[in-house]
């Protein structure tokens, strides 16, 4: 049963209660199985234990960790302006629960005897609305390192606040051809728009540019550049503590969801049954098995989230940036290119007239070219070697290792260079003294 729009607005103020309750516990719980998920799955791709100790297989130890974090002492710096310091982590965490307002869990289905679609609203530019809600928790994140009063926090927001706006652009022109596909940016309408086949199968460049582009928005490995610990400590959230601190954590937890499950709503069939079971079993669209089929879909995306965080190591901050604005953007452009162009050939009838192919087929096809050229962005270049220049020892001299710049490949074994004056004082290659 498709959800129309019409459907919304008519609610009895306490199902609408009801269902705003119902979100929030569910993020929160969420929160707490993918803390414990990601940690076991960690800890056996590493051929560790993981938590185990805590509840049934350590189920409680995320629990155990937020009243650890609730009785530490909070520490406000000397430095910090202390209004922007408490309300920043206020200003992240809020539009993390509120952009799940408009994402689909299920069909129309009987709630404590009121007929009502599983979703809290919806509007007919409900991705819109996610997007610009999701925006203002940059905010946040920049007014948190800049109230520190820290270097290491400022430089942590700012690396963040470009890193997520730079991917964002890309996001969101990921996101124009599933507009022009489905004829609508309401959420509802957009997944009754993916009956038939998913939007991740004919937008496979979308798919694969908003599934990248979704890891460099959350700052998640091998993106977490803004927290590089080796560079800037911790980045933002360096000063924060006890609970402000576990509002920066829960809002990182709660983003992985949210973007999960709109990467589940626009590309994946949003609450449809995976592999069209309903076509063979006529009650898998019925009642709350939508719901199962939707959380099944974002617990295989924050599976990705894991499994990328223990395999691959992080970027350096210049291809990361170069990768989105050079790479991403680029190739969204000319894929929202191609499906107008292929929109407007189906509407003008070029296909019925004798056009060779299906134009699924066509676009599929297209899609794979990109998403190949895409992946052939990722092979790193081979840079050219440099000749080390070797100077032939002279008499009398004894060995001196030369300063890197002295023509040396980088990472390669330097060769000695020798000195006749005996004075303890390094030199390069050329003899310049560099004491």
């Known amino acids: 049963m498709n959800t129309a729009l019409d459907a919304f607005g008519s609610d009895p103020w306490w199902i609408v ?95 404590f005897g009121e007929r009502t679609p599983l979703q809290l609203t919806d509007m007919p530019v409900a991705v819109l609305f996610v997007m610009a809600i999701a925006s203002i928790g940059i905010y946040g ?21 470009a890193q997520m706006i730079s991917y964002e652009v890309a996001m969101g022109l990921a996101l124009v051809a599933v507009f022009m596909y489905a004829g609508s940016m309401s959420t509802s309408e957009i997944v009754a728009a993916q009956d038939d086949l998913w939007f991740g199968l ?6 694969i540019i908003y599934t990248i582009a979704m890891v460099g928005e959350t700052n998640r490995a091998p993106f977490d550049l803004p927290e590089a610990e080796g560079e800037l400590v ?22 992985m969801a949210t973007v999960s499950a709109l990467a589940t709503t626009l590309f994946l069939g949003g609450w449809h049954p995976p592999f069209w079971i309903d076509e063979v079993w006529a009650g898998a669209n019925e009642g709350y098995w939508p719901v199962l089929w939707f959380f099944g879909k974002v617990f295989f995306f924050i599976f990705i989230f ?56 066509w676009m599929i096809l ?49 060769p000695l260079a020798f000195r006749t004056d005996h004075a303890n004082v390094p030199t390069t290659d050329a003899g310049v003294n560099n004491g």
């Open 17 to 111: 209660g009801i269902k705003t309750l119902l979100v929030f516990v569910i993020l929160v719980l969420l929160t707490l199985f993918n803390i414990w998920w990601e940690r076991r799955v960690v800890a056996r791709m590493q051929h560790r234990i993981g938590p185990n100790v805590h509840g049934p297989a350590g189920l409680l130890q995320s629990l155990a960790d937020g009243v650890k974090l609730a009785f530490k002492e909070d520490l406000i710096p000397k430095a910090a302006d202390k209004v922007v310091f408490v309300l920043a982590p206020v200003i992240v965490v809020v539009p993390a629960f509120v952009t799940f307002s408009v994402i689909p869990f299920g069909p129309e289905t009987t709630l």
């Open 141 to 161: 994140i920049v007014l948190g390192g800049w109230s520190s009063g820290s270097t290491y926090s400022l430089l942590g927001g700012l690396r963040s606040s």
């Open 202 to 207: 004919i937008l496979l460049p979308s798919f």
């Open 234 to 255: 911790g980045g933002f959230h360096t000063e924060y503590s006890s609970l402000k601190f576990a509002l920066f954590f829960l809002a990182e937890y709660i983003n």
């Open 306 to 361: 894991i499994w990328l965080r223990g395999s691959l190591p992080r970027l350096r901050y210049d291809q990361f940036m170069a990768f989105g604005w050079k790479r991403l953007i680029p190739i969204s452009l000319v894929w929202i290119i191609a499906v107008a162009t292929m929109r407007v050939a189906r509407n003008e009838g070029v296909f019925e007239d004798g056009f060779s192919g299906n134009p699924q087929f």
């Open 366 to 414: 297209i899609g794979v070219v990109l998403v190949v050229l895409l992946l052939t962005f990722l092979i790193p270049e081979k840079q050219p070697e440099v000749p080390a220049v070797v100077h032939a020892p002279r008499t009398g001299g004894f060995p001196v290792p030369p300063m890197p710049s002295g023509g040396a490949v980088r990472g390669a074994a330097a």
